[in-house]
């Protein structure tokens, strides 16, 4: 029942939300998002200690004439990490909010509440339906947030997002419902897929890996389905750009693992170096682009790309000593924490200087001390410098990388070392022209963090500073099979 | 067989209402009493005919899919009644004989779904037509109604001669009408012992059937149809007439003519084809909601042919119940918005979300539906229908290409809610919406969304 609670707390959370009215909403949804971190941080305790497992798994039937259950479970360790992160994000984006509200606020909190029950549930669904029903949902919300919430062009920039994923995840269905077809009772539940997948030849796994791979590139997204992305993330307003980027991206990747490699193993090592080749020039790519942007939301979209990029490759690396994988894992929860923190402060940037635009920044240091560590420090953290989280999957990916199976390896992994020397340019460039300089007009104004915003930045640092020196946290957590 | 008595002697008491009843107001009630009674008399023959089917002068076999279809496509109908019952009215003024041939109308509709003999069906398709083309051209001052009215009845009449033809073809192959006669089925049992004969007439059957739920390229009459037609009688025309059509269509061609599926299965793909794309492209390019929303049925006619393009799989069999009901609502759920508002462009919509949250929530509902979103029925609907082709195993390039149109069908219905929630404007109303309208409303949309978490509500 603990994890049925997972979707349903923030789901009813947010249709109430939508009831409360203007007054009531942001208390409801702190609240909310607070319980759901609680559910969330218990199911892990109970994951951790291997006991209550009958609470981390839910079925009941649902359509039975079709073979679809209702079936959730939080079994494995990339589930728990993504459900963590996703508890972890909501309250600490409502809290840094604080200062500055959006406009009917029921409906903004409504709206992000459902987006985190949608999210919830594709992370844990084991039936193949299910989880394309959460994948789904999950868009829905995000869709009237960004067209309702952001920048001027706003409105067809999401609904290119939109058609983008819709397409994708369309193709999807049709895909498993082939899946479906070939299951020998008929059945979604992932155990079927499973073995029905298993039996396939290469030759129709070949195909049907596309189609499965296409919805999930978009979301990531990998290099030639990016195209939507840095727009979106432009144009949304910043809580939303988080939840977009620290965890719908995720989706793509979750899915990769959890709905395509165990399922099409043999088209999946057949398309294996193509996949590579994709991501690895997207890490090129996005790291070039965001060396030149001059909008500090598109520069950090672009360097997005970069790290999924890198992370996707990594998962499909097949390397022998399972580094790469385990190093995406682990790679996927701190990035998420990472770019949280950097949106945060982009958001603060944005609401006390009133622009987006690199150039019209500067000199932050001197009047704020402890925006200028936070930015700092979470940067170097996206660098992944050592002693910062983001160093132990970096290092990680890029072993199994090397160790990976594809004749190629060595071309990828000196390529993809590059992106990582790239997004040290990229990022230090940035904090000079934000945090150092001389400051200007705009800038000579800045106030520095707010002390709600300085709880939730220290709370990301800490979580930063604590995996850096103590990766075990996860690695224990990932080692397990 | 009480349903089909009921409609047609409440039709006549509908017509004796306009002398006796002199406010507008008891005329409603008197047909909304009589859909009412309608869904319990169809509820009671479900049950007699729940153990099994019946047949009836050897012209009408009911059994429980026929009574299961009967139920739900009264409850949509009750649904059409109880949200446009004032519109209805407000047409013209000749108001109890509108009410009076909505209820033939119903016992057309009852007839098709329960025939078991080709001259039913023919009786059944013309009892459903007839009054339609009266409604079309009710608005009588109207140029634009009288234009419908016409060009509905000279392609009506074309499309029922040829039925007549394909029957006659069929006859003259089989010497039976009964579809259920030895002669009648030993006729296609295989596709190599088939008269060339009955192969014309199937095809006939099937060009006119095409006509009827308007897939293209018979689809040409629809949108002028449609849209010139009082907005008040389009929902009903595009919905529960044409899905009583798909009904017919389906029980003819996938129990008589399901073994020789190799002689029509090829052109009931290319229709498919032909009809999702002009169906679903035009749309996009349409400026008024009202004609968008005519090539929208065109286009979801598309989808619903793929059950029967999925010959002799259940769950296309069932799907089609579903698809009917979710099409059925959603389509009268923003027909009924779109009746409320001073201009049918998008234009005219913009702004509505901040001035009736309530309607543009419904309307969201339904849109969101049309488009396939799950969490509403109308994902389900097209994932049975879908899935019944995929399930052939054969065909999965038409159900790429489905499912891509699907995506661009989004453009267009979600073009809608852009203009409801994302634009400013203040989308003038023609009629402020009563509390009434706005609970059936949203009794609509909930029904709508039910169906999208359990759609074994109307599949078991």
Aim: proline share 3%.
């Amino acid at each position: 029942m603990l994890i049925l609670l997972l979707i349903l707390v923030p789901f009813i959370g947010g249709l109430a939300s939508f009831l409360f009215g203007e007054k009531m909403a942001y208390a409801w949804s702190v609240f909310t998002s607070l319980l759901t971190l609680a559910i969330a941080g218990t199911a892990y305790y109970f994951y951790s200690q291997a006991t209550h497992t009958t609470d981390l798994s839910f079925d009941c039937p649902w359509i039975e004439s079709i073979g679809a259950t209702f079936s959730l479970s939080m079994s494995d360790s990339l589930s728990v990490l993504m459900i963590g992160l996703t508890g972890l994000l909501f309250p600490c984006v409502f809290i840094s909010m604080q200062n500055k509200q959006p406009e009917r606020k029921h409906v903004f909190y409504g709206l992000m509440l459902l987006a985190q029950a949608g999210l919830m549930g594709v992370f844990l669904a084991k039936d193949a339906l299910l989880f394309y029903l959460f994948w789904e949902v999950a868009l829905i919300p995000v869709y009237f947030l960004s067209s309702m919430y952001g920048g001027p062009n706003r409105i067809p920039v999401t609904f290119k997002f939109f058609v983008y994923t819709f397409v994708g995840s369309l193709v999807m269905l049709v895909a498993l419902l082939i899946i479906y077809n070939h299951t020998p009772v008929h059945s979604f539940s992932w155990d079927a897929f499973v073995s029905a997948g298993k039996s396939l030849p290469e030759a129709d796994q070949s195909w049907l890996f596309w189609m499965l791979f296409i919805a999930f590139a978009i979301k990531m997204p990998v290099f030639p389905f990016h195209t939507w992305q840095p727009d979106a993330y432009e144009q949304s307003a910043t809580p939303v750009t988080v939840v977009l980027s620290a965890i719908m991206v995720k989706m793509g990747l979750f899915a990769v693992v959890r709905w395509l490699l165990p399922i099409i193993p043999l088209g999946s090592i057949h398309w294996m170096n193509v996949v590579l080749l994709l991501c690895i020039i997207g890490v090129v790519y996005a790291s070039c682009m965001a060396m030149v942007q001059t909008n500090i939301k598109r520069l950090i979209a672009y360097s997005s790309i970069a790290h999924i990029g890198l992370m996707c490759a990594a998962i499909f690396s097949y390397s022998n000593n399972l580094l790469g994988v385990q190093g995406a894992y682990i790679q996927m929860f701190n990035h998420g924490i990472n770019i949280m923190g950097l949106w945060i402060l982009v958001s603060i940037v944005e609401n006390r200087l009133g622009t987006q635009d690199l150039r019209e920044m500067g000199g932050i240091a001197k009047i704020a001390p402890r925006f200028t560590i936070a930015l700092v420090l979470i940067s170097l953290a996206n660098i992944a410098l050592p002693l910062t989280n983001g160093f132990v999957g970096e290092f990680m990916m890029l072993n199994g990388l090397f160790n990976s199976i594809s004749t190629y390896r060595m071309v990828f992994t000196i390529v993809a070392g590059l992106g990582v020397i790239l997004s040290a340019v990229y990022t230090l460039g940035m904090i000079q022209k934000v945090a150092y300089g001389e400051l200007n007009e705009k800038t000579a104004s800045m106030k520095d963090l707010t002390m709600n915003e300085w709880i939730i930045l220290l709370v990301i640092m800490g979580i930063i500073l604590f995996l850096g020196f103590y990766p075990n946290a996860l690695m224990l957590l990932v080692d397990t099979p | 067989m009480n349903a089909i008595v009921l409609s047609g002697i409440w039709g006549v008491v509908m017509m004796f209402a306009g002398l006796f009843l002199k406010s507008s107001k008891q005329i409603q009630w008197t047909a909304i009493l009589g859909i009412i009674a309608l869904l319990v008399v169809s509820i009671l023959d479900y049950q007699a005919h729940s153990v099994q089917a019946q047949t009836y002068f050897g012209m009408m076999t009911i059994d429980v899919y026929t009574s299961w279809f009967s139920i739900l496509i009264t409850a949509c109908c009750a649904m059409y009644l109880f949200i446009f019952h004032k519109d209805i009215a407000a047409v013209g003024k000749n108001e109890a004989e509108y009410f009076a041939l909505i209820f033939f109308v119903m016992c057309g509709v009852y007839l098709l779904a329960s025939y078991s003999n080709l001259l039913i069906l023919f009786l059944g398709i013309e009892i459903l037509s007839i009054p339609q083309y009266i409604l079309a051209g009710s608005d009588k001052e109207n140029i634009k109604s009288n234009e419908a009215s016409l060009k509905y009845f000279l392609m009506g009449a074309f499309s029922t001669g040829l039925l007549l033809m394909g029957m006659t073809l069929i006859y003259g192959a089989t010497g039976s009408f009964d579809i259920t006669s030895e002669k009648f089925v030993g006729q296609f049992a295989q596709l190599s012992s088939m008269s060339s004969l009955s192969f014309v007439g199937i095809l006939l059957l099937l060009i006119s059937f095409g006509f009827k739920v308007s897939a293209a390229p018979l689809h040409l009459w629809t949108p002028d149809v449609y849209d010139g037609s009082p907005t008040a009688f389009t929902p009903f025309m595009a919905t529960i007439v044409k899905v009583s059509v798909f009904v017919a269509f389906i029980r003819l061609f996938h129990f008589s003519f399901g073994n020789v599926s190799g002689a029509w299965q090829i052109a009931i793909a290319s229709m498919i084809v032909l009809t999702l794309i002009i169906g679903n492209v035009t749309a996009v390019y349409q400026q008024s909601l009202k004609r968008m929303m005519a090539y929208s049925s065109i286009a979801q006619a598309g989808f619903m042919l793929f059950s029967i393009f999925a010959v002799n799989s259940t769950l296309a069999y069932k799907g089609i119940l579903l698809y009917s009901v979710v099409y059925s609502l959603a389509s009268i759920g923003v027909f009924a918005v779109i009746i409320k508002m001073k201009d049918y462009t998008y234009d005219g919509f913009n702004g509505l979300a901040k001035k009736q949250p309530i309607l543009a929530f419904t309307a969201t509902v339904c849109l969101l539906s049309l488009v396939g979103i799950p969490l509403t029925g109308g994902f389900f609907a097209k994932y049975f229908v879908l899935s019944a082709v995929v399930e052939q195993g054969k065909y999965i390039w038409i159900v790429v290409f489905a499912v891509l149109m699907a995506a661009i069908s989004a453009y267009y219905y979600f073009r809608v809610i852009r203009s409801m929630y994302f634009k400013t404007g203040d989308a003038e109303m023609h009629t402020e919406p009563t509390t009434w309208d706005k609970t059936f409303l949203i009794i609509n949309a909930m029904i709508i969304l039910l169906l999208g978490v359990l759609p074994s509500l109307v599949f078991g």
